[in-house]
């Protein structure tokens, strides 16, 4: 199939034109296939989602401009300097290949040469995870320094191949996190949504990979025997069903938790256990502390953070009613995470009343900031930032939830907050358009990641006049699409937050929670999990924290790293959100081709 256009001529590539849907890998037969021959052709070994599905179909058979070239006239690809190469992107030697070209998907791994090659003799790394003052010689990795220097939010984003050195410099990958510098691994449990068993083992560094790996997860059915399938090839990994009784609920939460013969650690992020998540996707994480263990015999309340992290945490844990998990609660009970700055805010399905309503989603963020945040001056002036990867159903218009029960509970700031539904205060929505995923460094096929429905989007077209592009200079990652999840409250002059929250939940009342029964019962339909930075927990008492101007300079330590521009761009007339599950033909993206989903 071929067809023309203004941006030039563009062919369906055969094999899907037969609806294969296991494409054998693609040779490049011409100088027009490169690209696709270079990209592994693979169809997804691990249940995922129609959309992600789409995106790797898409990869693996592009639809390609067929005169070999890129259209001369307004190509935005070329005019706007997109493409990696025009950006001056891979110049660094560390960022020499180029990035469209297929990975070794085994052992690519972000981390430097250095870092591969490099593992401290056992007592080493006792000396540098017991003492501070141990600094590591020059061979080590920065990862370590991240972990342990100047970051006081322990707030990270993952590497992301094919933008400048710099841009990576404060950025982890998974094989960072799971390396031996951050602890000597005894076991682990994995919480995530979407998992690629085989890619996950090999994301251990060696010496730890017989080590146990519970995963937990929310697949039924097909994709749970999949699961098991895959799973099965691994002696030392064990699976843990997440119940979910509620229709249409998800097992989103993304947490690790990492048990040290030196303590256990914990990490609260955004990415799927699958390589594409780690590779150009901007996506964010908390890393704590290296816990140590409490001595034999410690109250059960010892250990416990200002913030009452290890309570919740625990709390979390119970809901999922499991005996596996039950004896990771008594774990973490051995361990002091006093250390904790920040507040756990989760979301476990079912329907909450009274004290339990505000035990997770909205309602549990509404009660810390008004516990935990305090009033700024002309706060009604301060807007809502939501920033997400995907979108839900909301109702007719902005009254159902979204600028009621949701902008009530994000709006609240201390125990003065009143007009809970005030109608003046701002909210600014941050989702992908058309042109940043088209212009991202994966092109279309990240749109595989940002599964915002045609059927829903065409039911809540009052929704989009909230929406601002992504654009993300400040962190390197404007073409690195978000796949992470933040919301905060920022000052007028975008200069000051409140608050900041990293967390798993996208825009949607099966993630948030939704009023049931005249507002005395929420009620929640996904897992998921996120933590909030609030500057009272940091040594601030203003109220806010600065927004850093820079987020790879040495600003003072009460200064953010939002990892996107400030103030967010609104969508201009021609802009149009992404929606996953129609075709865009008339543009090429950064690898010049087109999105048509079947
Ligand atoms: C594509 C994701 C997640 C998550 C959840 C999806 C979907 C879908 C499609 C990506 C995804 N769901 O990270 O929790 O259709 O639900 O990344």
């Keep these: 199939?071929?067809?023309?256009?203004?941006?030039?001529?563009?062919?369906?590539?055969?094999?899907?034109?037969?609806?294969?849907?296991?494409?054998?890998?693609?040779?490049?037969?011409?100088?027009?296939?490169?690209?696709?021959?270079?990209?592994?052709?693979?169809?997804?070994?691990?249940?995922?989602?129609?959309?992600?599905?789409?995106?790797?179909?898409?990869?693996?058979?592009?639809?390609?401009?067929?005169?070999?070239?890129?259209?001369?006239?307004?190509?935005?690809?070329?005019?706007?300097?997109?493409?990696?190469?025009?950006?001056?992107?891979?110049?660094?030697?560390?960022?020499?290949?180029?990035?469209?070209?297929?990975?070794?998907?085994?052992?690519?791994?972000?981390?430097?040469?250095?870092?591969?090659?490099?593992?401290?003799?056992?007592?080493?790394?006792?000396?540098?995870?017991?003492?501070?003052?141990?600094?590591?010689?020059?061979?080590?990795?920065?990862?370590?320094?991240?972990?342990?220097?100047?970051?006081?939010?322990?707030?990270?984003?993952?590497?992301v191949k094919g933008i400048k050195t710099k841009y990576n410099s404060g950025a982890l990958h998974i094989k960072d996190i799971l390396s031996p510098l951050f602890g000597t691994l005894v076991s682990s449990v994995q919480f995530n949504y979407c998992i690629d068993v085989e890619w996950l083992v090999k994301q251990y560094p060696k010496e730890f990979r017989d080590k146990p790996l519970l995963i937990v997860h929310g697949e039924k059915r097909e994709s749970k025997a999949e699961l098991h399938e895959q799973a099965?090839?691994?002696?030392?990994?064990?699976?843990?069903?997440?119940?979910?009784?509620?229709?249409?609920?998800?097992?989103?939460?993304?947490?690790?938790?990492?048990?040290?013969?030196?303590?256990?650690?914990?990490?609260?992020?955004?990415?799927?256990?699958?390589?594409?998540?780690?590779?150009?996707?901007?996506?964010?994480?908390?890393?704590?502390?290296?816990?140590?263990?409490?001595?034999?015999?410690?109250?059960?309340?010892?250990?416990?953070?200002?913030?009452?992290?290890?309570?919740?945490?625990?709390?979390?844990?119970?809901?999922?009613?499991?005996?596996?998990?039950?004896?990771?609660?008594?774990?973490?009970?051995?361990?002091?995470?006093?250390?904790?700055?920040?507040?756990?805010?989760?979301?476990?399905?079912?329907?909450?009343?009274?004290?339990?309503?505000?035990?997770?989603?909205?309602?549990?963020?509404?009660?810390?900031?008004?516990?935990?945040?305090?009033?700024?001056?002309?706060?009604?002036?301060?807007?809502?930032?939501?920033?997400?990867?995907?979108?839900?159903?909301?109702?007719?218009?902005?009254?159902?939830?979204?600028?009621?029960?949701?902008?009530?509970?994000?709006?609240?700031?201390?125990?003065?907050?009143?007009?809970?539904?005030?109608?003046?205060?701002p909210i600014h929505l941050i989702y992908p358009t058309v042109d940043n995923v088209r212009q991202s460094l994966e092109g279309y096929p990240a749109g595989g990641s940002l599964p915002y429905s045609i059927q829903t989007a065409q039911k809540q077209l009052w929704l989009h006049s909230f929406f601002h592009k992504w654009s993300a200079e400040i962190s390197g990652r404007s073409h690195a699409m978000p796949h992470i999840k933040t919301y905060m409250r920022v000052s007028p002059d975008f200069q000051k937050i409140a608050w900041f929250l990293v967390t798993s939940a996208n825009l949607s009342k099966a993630a948030w929670g939704t009023f049931e029964k005249n507002g005395t019962q929420l009620m929640i339909r996904s897992y998921e999990l996120g933590v909030l930075f609030l500057p009272s927990e940091f040594g601030l008492d203003t109220g806010y924290f600065h927004v850093k101007e820079n987020m790879f300079s040495d600003e003072p330590a009460s200064s953010f790293p939002v990892p996107y521009d400030l103030p967010p761009e609104k969508y201009e007339s021609k802009d149009r959100p992404w929606i996953w599950n129609i075709p865009y033909t008339k543009a090429p993206d950064t690898h010049g081709n087109m999105w048509v989903p079947k």
């Design 232 to 425: 099965h090839s691994f002696k030392h990994v064990s699976l843990c069903q997440a119940k979910l009784d509620i229709a249409f609920g998800t097992h989103h939460t993304k947490m690790m938790l990492l048990h040290y013969e030196e303590g256990l650690r914990v990490v609260i992020h955004t990415s799927n256990l699958i390589d594409d998540d780690w590779y150009q996707k901007t996506q964010g994480m908390w890393i704590s502390p290296l816990y140590p263990r409490l001595p034999p015999g410690s109250v059960e309340s010892a250990g416990e953070s200002h913030t009452n992290f290890k309570s919740d945490l625990i709390s979390y844990l119970m809901a999922y009613n499991s005996p596996t998990l039950k004896e990771w609660v008594d774990i973490l009970k051995q361990h002091d995470l006093s250390e904790t700055r920040v507040y756990l805010l989760g979301s476990t399905p079912g329907r909450y009343q009274g004290n339990a309503k505000e035990k997770w989603g909205h309602l549990r963020l509404r009660k810390l900031l008004k516990e935990h945040a305090t009033q700024v001056p002309d706060e009604n002036s301060w807007p809502v930032i939501g920033q997400f990867s995907s979108i839900g159903s909301m109702g007719a218009d902005q009254s159902k939830w979204l600028c009621s029960e949701f902008r009530g509970s994000l709006a609240t700031l201390g125990n003065g907050t009143k007009a809970l539904t005030n109608p003046d205060i």
């Design 1 to 159: 199939m071929s067809q023309e256009s203004e941006h030039g001529k563009w062919t369906v590539s055969s094999s899907d034109d037969s609806g294969d849907e296991q494409p054998e890998p693609e040779k490049p037969s011409t100088s027009l296939l490169q690209e696709a021959g270079q990209e592994k052709a693979r169809v997804p070994q691990y249940p995922c989602s129609e959309a992600r599905k789409a995106a790797l179909k898409r990869k693996s058979s592009p639809l390609k401009l067929s005169n070999g070239d890129f259209p001369r006239d307004d190509a935005p690809a070329q005019k706007h300097k997109t493409s990696p190469q025009a950006l001056g992107w891979c110049l660094s030697s560390s960022d020499e290949e180029d990035v469209s070209q297929s990975r070794t998907r085994e052992e690519d791994g972000t981390a430097s040469v250095r870092q591969e090659g490099y593992c401290a003799p056992k007592e080493d790394r006792r000396l540098a995870l017991s003492h501070k003052s141990a600094d590591p010689p020059d061979a080590l990795p920065d990862a370590w320094d991240l972990l342990n220097g100047g970051n006081p939010f322990r707030f990270f984003l993952t590497k």
